[in-house]
């Protein structure tokens, strides 16, 4: 295959994606303090905000034991589920038959594991992995994708890779790598190339930016001088990226947490438009 084919092909790949779909979903955790005093009316104002998908972290209001009455919810406000935080004790026998049918009936395509104490840990790294690998077909059995989600510590070393690294190559390659650009980032990671280096595994994309103590840098999308406009387009056209949710955990500006999501939206939309006219 000619380069110039192989180089189409990638980008039909991302033009469709981004032409057929929406692409742009909210970490339901941003806005913790806000679900817990008043769900429904939070989403509501997320839907406002522009947002048109949602990933939950766990945190359902009064639907929590009400998965029927959830999806109409969503369905009424136009919302779609991009994703389901869970952690494993959540996901482990009879419980996690009960979750895993919740989060299909809601319309989750994907659910994702957002921390394990065993990532990093050397002696007991491997039972994880075995874990995971035995739950990625479970899931499947409903008709959803497993991943895991990274903080930094993934990106230690360990055994001349890093703990990602060693998590990815032992995984079974439907099992999905939800990349949190923040934390790589933060960690001095290099982002866009794992999403080459993964190709086709990193489903969902956590949008952040997690700054060090003392940065003098705005954690707002589009403010912060980062190049969005590659990493998205890397995201597309390798990494197999169904959906960028944006995360937000840093406050500027005596924003509050909805205005600033809208502010990172307004940020990340304009990548996106950016690339939708490059595929007219």
């Excluded at 995971?132 to 899931?139: D, E, G, R, W």
């Excluded at 993934?154 to 390659?173: G, I, M, P, R, V």
């Excluded at 790589?184 to 993964?198: I, K, P, V």
């Excluded at 103590?213 to 590659?230: C, F, L, R, T, V």
Aim: with cysteine; glycine share 8%.
């Amino acid at each position: 295959m000619s380069s110039a084919v192989a180089s189409n092909q990638i980008n039909q790949r991302m033009c469709s994606t981004l032409l057929d779909n929406n692409v742009v979903s909210v970490q339901l955790h941003s806005v913790k303090q806000l679900i817990e005093q008043d769900f429904e009316g939070t989403l509501v104002e997320l839907k406002n905000a522009g947002f048109d998908a949602v990933e939950f972290a766990g945190r359902y209001g009064q639907f929590k034991n009400d998965a029927q009455g959830l999806k109409q919810f969503l369905d009424n406000l136009k919302l779609e589920v991009s994703g389901v935080h869970a952690g494993l004790p959540q996901l482990r026998g009879e419980k996690g038959n009960r979750n895993l049918q919740f989060f299909k009936d809601i319309g989750a395509e994907f659910v994702i594991i957002p921390h394990d104490a065993r990532v990093d840990d050397v002696q007991h790294i491997d039972a994880l992995i075995k874990e995971l690998n035995v739950l990625s077909t479970k899931v499947q059995e409903y008709g959803m994708t497993l991943g895991y989600h990274n903080h930094a510590k993934e990106f230690k070393a360990f055994k001349k890779s890093t703990f990602w690294d060693y998590l990815a190559s032992n995984t079974h390659k439907s099992f999905f790598l939800q990349l949190d650009v923040g934390w790589s980032n933060y960690a001095g990671a290099d982002s866009n190339s794992l999403f080459t280096t993964y190709t086709g595994r990193i489903s969902t994309a956590h949008i952040k930016v997690r700054t060090h103590d003392g940065e003098n840098k705005s954690p707002i999308i589009g403010e912060d001088g980062y190049d969005w406009h590659q990493l998205v387009k890397d995201a597309l056209t390798h990494g197999g990226t169904r959906w960028f949710v944006i995360e937000q955990e840093e406050f500027p500006h005596n924003l509050d947490p909805i205005q600033t999501l809208a502010a990172s939206k307004a940020g990340l939309d304009d990548v996106i438009l950016s690339l939708r006219e490059e595929c007219e």
